[in-house]
């Protein structure tokens, strides 16, 4: 169990520009969940896949935002067109396909900052 | 709408001693209950969680209690421990036909002190 990995670990870029961040979920984990957190809140859901298919959209995620995750394996998250608005620590996390008391394992995240 | 609260931002406890965290819910869809503990700089990992059809659930040195009449749970951390020093986030899950998204609380910063 290696654990969820993301990358890059932080982003800086410029209002407009696009950006796309990876997450690698544990192997075995048909599930995967993309979050959002900003300064002094809590991850609030953003998106969420059940192996290649992508099963629920947050509000939150508007049409700058797209996500992926091609054969059922790692996933992609870009954001077209950034605004300073975009600026928080977004957050992979994943899990089986069993029980919601067993949890959700989460990535260290990736600190996107817009200047 | 904050469906999750967590409406004590810090809390400072002594070695040793109890830790309560607490945590008020709105909606009553909610059937699961999850708390996470995160540190500076890595993501939040799962504690401990429990079932709307109990009331109580332990594993070591953390319990977690849930009152459905009043909307409420809370952790005991019991006895505290400097390495217990995090945030902890409660969330809840409306299960669904598919996932289990969370729904997270704004947090509280636990310190225990030596």
């Known amino acids: 169990d290696t654990g969820v990995s993301q990358n890059p670990r932080h982003k800086i870029t410029k209002r407009g520009q696009n950006v796309t961040f990876r997450c690698d979920p544990i192997?075995?984990?048909?599930?995967l969940y993309w979050y959002r957190q900003t300064l002094g809140q809590g991850p609030e859901f953003l998106t969420y896949?059940?192996?290649?298919?992508?099963?629920?959209k947050s509000r939150l995620l508007s049409d700058r935002f797209s996500a992926e995750r091609p054969k059922g394996s790692f996933s992609t998250l870009e954001i077209q067109r950034t605004e300073q608005g975009d600026s928080a620590m977004y957050l992979c996390a994943s899990s089986l396909e069993t029980s919601p008391l067993n949890g959700q394992h989460f990535g260290d995240g990736t600190r996107l900052s817009i200047l | 709408d904050q469906q999750v609260k967590q409406n004590s931002p810090s809390l400072s406890v002594q070695e040793g001693r109890i830790s309560i965290l607490n945590c008020d819910y709105t909606?009553?869809?909610?059937?699961?209950f999850l708390w996470y503990k995160k540190y500076p700089a890595e993501g939040p990992t799962f504690l401990i969680s429990i079932s709307s059809i109990k009331d109580k659930n332990e594993d070591g040195r953390f319990t977690v209690f849930l009152n459905k009449s009043a909307k409420h749970l809370s952790l005991h951390i019991v006895p505290s421990q400097p390495g217990d020093s995090a945030v902890y986030f409660c969330a809840a899950i409306v299960p669904t036909g598919g996932g289990n998204k969370l729904t997270f609380g704004t947090g509280t910063q636990l310190k225990v002190e030596l």
């Open positions: 192997s075995e984990h048909n599930r």
């Open positions: 896949f059940q192996n290649e298919a992508q099963l629920e």
């Open positions: 909606n009553s869809m909610f059937d699961y």
